[in-house]
């Protein structure tokens, strides 16, 4: 049961992340966003990490947090860019195959799942395609049919950068406090990305900005806790279940943006949700 709350949880509260990301990318651009909610979730771990104390690291443990780390900073920087001109209601659920990816590599590491999984996959794999397919709208005449389509493969690159990072954190946080399970993350934003955009004043922060940005500091923190959390009871249950943010986050953004979608879109979006709904019930 902690797994299957863990992943809702952790589904909401990313969702949250993913729309205000969204918001703040459009504002002050993608790097300056994932420095700035490197910088807000350091501030918010780090005081945590610090009173659960140094833990025993072995070289197992350390290639993990590496891994954690380094997937969730290029991920962010991937779809914080495919967000400048995609649509949330694309970019979310193609994103959100990052469960189903997290689920396959707990698969070949010796976790056990229901059958029918693989047919599941394709499934969802067919709504990538899908969900990727735009017909120009009067609104995004000005945008470069090439900019569209590079959004869509931003995204699927982020898809396979935070599946292997959301693994990782799953299974590193077997063996370390939940903290120090999420700080990696934070601290290599910091150093990769804040850091030198400070030295090199090309970090940027506007009014409208610090908001959004906090806000998705804060989430996107919160939302690896949770994660955490459940995966110490299933990694892949929790993997796919918090896959849901896209589904969350682009029933939002109709509402709060005014985003419309094809039929086509609108057909592989429920093809993934389908599918990750699928496999949340085998793995039931």
């Not at 952790?10 to 910088?39: D, E, F, K, N, Q």
């Not at 799953?170 to 999420?182: F, N």
């Not at 896209?246 to 389908?274: D, K, M, S």
Request: contains cysteine; glycine residues 10%; neutral net charge.
């Amino acid at each position: 049961m902690t797994a299957v709350l863990g992943g809702l949880a952790a589904a909401c509260v990313w969702a949250v992340t993913l729309l205000c990301s969204t918001r703040a990318t459009r504002l002050i651009g993608p790097y300056s966003v994932v420095a700035w909610v490197m910088l807000v979730g350091l501030v918010v771990t780090l005081p945590a990490a610090v009173a659960a104390g140094l833990p025993d690291l072995d070289g197992r443990s350390i290639a993990l947090l590496l891994v954690a780390g380094c997937g969730n900073v290029l991920g962010l920087l991937l779809v914080y860019s495919a967000l400048r001109t995609g649509k949330v209601g694309i970019v979310g659920p193609i994103v959100s195959t990052e469960g189903a990816i997290a689920a396959v590599l707990a698969v070949v590491a010796g976790e056990s799942v229901a059958a029918g999984t693989g047919a599941t996959l394709a499934l969802i794999v067919l709504g990538i395609v899908l969900a990727g397919i735009d017909r120009e709208t009067e609104a995004e005449a000005a945008v470069p049919r090439r900019l569209l389509a590079d959004s869509t493969a931003l995204a699927v690159v982020a898809a396979f950068c935070f599946g292997a990072s959301i693994y990782a954190t799953g299974r590193v946080s077997e063996d370390v406090p939940i903290a120090w399970a999420v700080l990696p993350p934070r601290v290599i934003g910091v150093v990769a990305v804040a850091i030198p955009l400070l030295v090199t004043s090309r970090i940027a922060l506007t009014r409208p900005a610090v908001p959004f940005v906090v806000a998705a500091g804060i989430c996107e923190v919160a939302g690896f806790a949770l994660f955490a959390l459940g995966a110490r009871h299933g990694i892949a249950v929790t993997a796919v279940l918090a896959s849901q943010f896209a589904g969350i986050a682009a029933v939002a953004a109709y509402v709060l943006f005014g985003e419309r979608l094809t039929r086509v879109q609108v057909a592989g979006a429920v093809a993934i949700a389908t599918g990750v709904a699928l496999i949340t019930w085998l793995q039931a």
